[in-house]
């Protein structure tokens, strides 16, 4: 089908020229490798745990995709990637093998479709996410889908996003389920609504701080209501806030979540809106955010799903993957195995969504998709075009729908095979879990390694990838999370100290699943029985699982799964979530530069009182940075700056101008109030910005500076 291409803005075009130039220089050994890695991860390319093979991640604001975007996913992965591609928990897809030769291709061919990879990896806010059922939920307020995706673009190549201590994640929720997942967010939004003056105002609740990975934490009440208008201003603020006091040194620390730890909520609070406070005065504006789309009616019940007593599978369809609307429409669930989906389907699914979802599709963030809108009468029809293409599996977001991220596979921070874990889980469900019906909710989500990439630790079973020796051999494990979940009544963090072979878990899931079966009381859910019987309990109960025969026994047990050869960590590297001694030097250089542009603007206004100050830290700033990269540190200024003149300025890295500035700098001599005297430093201080900026372009492959004149 011909598909006409968007004029792609020239500000985008330049980008990805940029991009190319870079790799270019990449290649000829012209730039250092951790300075490209950080340059390529701003533009969502990460490293693969095989070199010279980089995983694409396509950021996809909500998960809202329509046709022309999807063939132009299903293009790029058959011609560039494994013909796969992988649904994530932030409802983005990736694409893994890319050869960095092609990233520029496959950006331009993006562009020319809407989407993008920027700032999907790396130090920065990454896609915002939505409540899958944004607009079709029964209990929603209001429709959040063209509200975070203006968060999104309004952040987007924003100067505010570029240089974060750590990532930084939003989402969106339309009503008080918990859909958006809020709770496990730097800034969760949650619709909601207050009298006000005998009238109903809408916006939202807010929560901050929230976050996984190996130090979880539930994000906590920041406010009750904010009002539309406040949305945008709150998430620049509290960006600053990060900005300046996330932990830039301990990328373990970094996450907003533990200046929150730290600080504690109030504290929180007064230095938000302090912040506010500064940005009004300095006349920052924001764009209008788009109106609210709010209920027609009141809240309903939801429909009914087709009313079936059958067996088939169409029937069984029916009753686990639609979603009823209030327009007496349905939505589709569309179960995606461990969240994958080919490039033929996916081209499928393009027609498919121009004969029955004129809106379009969702991606979820439990690595599925949704189609809105189906007609009733059409839905045999279409159950059996997704059956044609292998997309007509039942059980979406059930025990059966089993999550994963990508793993050792590719990652390189990954331990285990969690994809490997989780195609064992879901064949012996098929072979030995005759219903499912019974188990609710009940969700297995598996990650490789502790981050919580597959939201291990918000699943009523969550198994994160381990290591630990048997026998005297290493061998893959999983740490078993019991009781965990996000929920409007409360959410939990899954807890417990089981650690179990990975050969074992496919078995030691089923028999915790009869043990729920048969210890339950009435309707109890899951969770409740977990704390009710105890974590404790169920360790005994499962103590059969935690061993393994010896290697000569059972040579297979020892390797994980998908895999031939014993079981390694040898292959695992440095992760790239993490910042590096780049992220120092550029951070600092950033924040001369702006420090330098105050000071400037002071002397503009004719304000001098401050002006040696800003100069005197623009250029501590400087030369800190670039002493970063013959690995000194001082929190003594005089050192800073004699080691400044040493290393660069009498090395010829930078101009002998500066011998004598920085020297009188080092003795903190007045520099007086005179505006003419002041406007001479400030210029010297400006000439010393950029010629610290140039030097760090210059830097060659081996991170060294080289000569101004080299």
Not at 180 to 195: K, M, N, V
Not at 590 to 617: F, H, S, V
């Amino acid at each position: 089908m011909n598909q006409k291409t968007l004029i792609v803005p020239d500000e985008i075009t330049q980008e990805i020229e940029t991009f190319g130039r870079e790799v270019l220089r990449f290649k000829n050994k012209e730039i250092p490798e951790e300075k490209f890695k950080r340059f390529r991860l701003q533009h969502g390319i990460y490293g693969q745990r095989q070199a010279g093979h980089l995983m694409v991640r396509v950021k996809i604001p909500a998960g809202l995709l329509g046709a022309k975007k999807l063939r132009c996913l299903a293009d790029i992965s058959e011609k560039y990637s494994t013909g796969v591609g992988h649904v994530t928990t932030r409802q983005d897809i990736q694409f893994h093998y890319v050869d960095l030769d092609n990233v520029t291709t496959v950006m331009t061919l993006m562009a020319e479709a809407g989407l993008t990879t920027r700032e999907a990896c790396g130090n920065t806010v990454r896609n915002v996410i939505a409540c899958q059922r944004a607009g079709i939920c029964p209990s929603e307020l209001f429709d959040v889908s063209e509200i975070s995706e203006a968060v999104a673009y309004h952040l987007l190549r924003n100067p505010i996003n570029q240089d974060l201590p750590r990532k930084f994640k939003i989402s969106f929720s339309g009503c008080q389920t918990e859909c958006g997942l809020a709770a496990i967010h730097d800034l969760g939004f949650i619709a909601t609504s207050r009298e006000l003056d005998g009238l109903t105002e809408y916006g939202f609740k807010l929560l901050v701080g929230g976050g996984l990975g190996s130090h979880p934490k539930l994000a906590k009440a920041y406010a009750d209501f904010i009002s539309v208008d406040q949305v945008l201003p709150l998430c620049e603020a509290i960006l600053k806030l990060f900005d300046a006091h996330g932990n830039r040194r301990n990328k373990s620390k970094a996450r907003m979540k533990f200046i929150l730890e730290k600080w504690g909520i109030e504290a929180f609070k007064e230095k938000v809106e302090e912040i506010l406070a500064e940005m009004k005065s300095e006349g920052y504006s924001y764009p209008a955010l788009p109106p609210l789309k709010l209920k027609t009616q009141s809240p309903v019940l939801p429909l009914k799903v087709p009313h079936s007593d059958g067996t088939t599978p169409f029937d069984q369809w029916q009753r686990t993957n639609l979603l009823p609307q209030t327009d007496g429409a349905y939505a589709v669930q569309i179960r995606l195995p461990l969240g994958d989906i080919t490039a033929t389907q996916m081209r499928n699914l393009a027609d498919i969504v121009d004969g029955y979802s004129p809106n379009g599709l969702r991606t979820t963030h439990q690595q599925n998709m949704i189609l809105e809108h189906v007609e009733q009468e059409k839905l045999p029809e279409l159950y059996g075009k997704l059956q044609a293409i292998g997309l007509a599996d039942d059980g979406v977001e059930k025990v059966v729908d089993v999550i994963s991220c990508p793993g050792a596979e590719t990652c390189q921070l990954a331990l285990t095979g969690s994809m490997g874990l989780g195609e064992a889980i879901s064949e012996t469900f098929a072979s030995e879990l005759e219903t499912y019906s019974d188990l609710g909710g009940l969700r297995i989500r598996i990650s490789g390694c502790p981050n919580s990439c597959g939201h291990h630790h918000i699943a009523g079973i969550g198994l994160h990838g381990v290591a630990k020796k048997l026998h005297g051999k290493l061998v893959p494990h999983y740490q078993l999370h019991l009781g965990g979940g996000v929920e409007a009544c409360g959410s939990t963090i899954g807890r417990s100290k089981i650690k179990i072979p990975a050969k074992n878990i496919p078995k030691a899931v089923m028999a915790l699943i009869r043990i729920y079966r048969e210890n339950r009381e009435q309707e109890e859910s899951f969770n409740h029985f977990i704390e009710r019987f105890t974590r404790e309990s169920i360790s005994e109960r499962l103590e059969g699982f935690m061993d393994l025969p010896s290697p000569d026994e059972a040579p297979d047990a020892y390797k994980d799964w998908r895999e031939d050869r014993d079981f390694s960590l040898d292959e695992i590297g440095p992760g790239e979530c993490s910042g590096t001694v780049i992220d120092m030097i550029e951070h600092n250089l950033r924040m001369a530069g702006e420090t330098i542009n105050k000071a400037l603007q002071k002397a503009d206004r004719n304000e001098y009182t401050d002006i040696p100050d800003l100069i005197k830290q623009a250029i501590l700033l400087d030369c800190r940075s670039l002493l970063f990269t013959y690995g000194i540190e001082s929190s003594h200024d005089d050192q800073i700056l004699k080691e400044f003149q040493h290393k660069l300025v009498e090395q010829g890295i930078l101009s002998e101008r500066f011998e004598t500035f920085t020297a009188d700098l080092g003795q903190w001599a007045d520099f007086g109030s005179e505006p003419t005297v002041l406007q001479g430093h400030l210029n010297q201080a400006v000439a010393l910005v950029e010629e610290c900026q140039s030097a760090y372009d210059r830097m060659d492959a081996s991170m060294k500076l080289r000569k101004k004149d080299a």
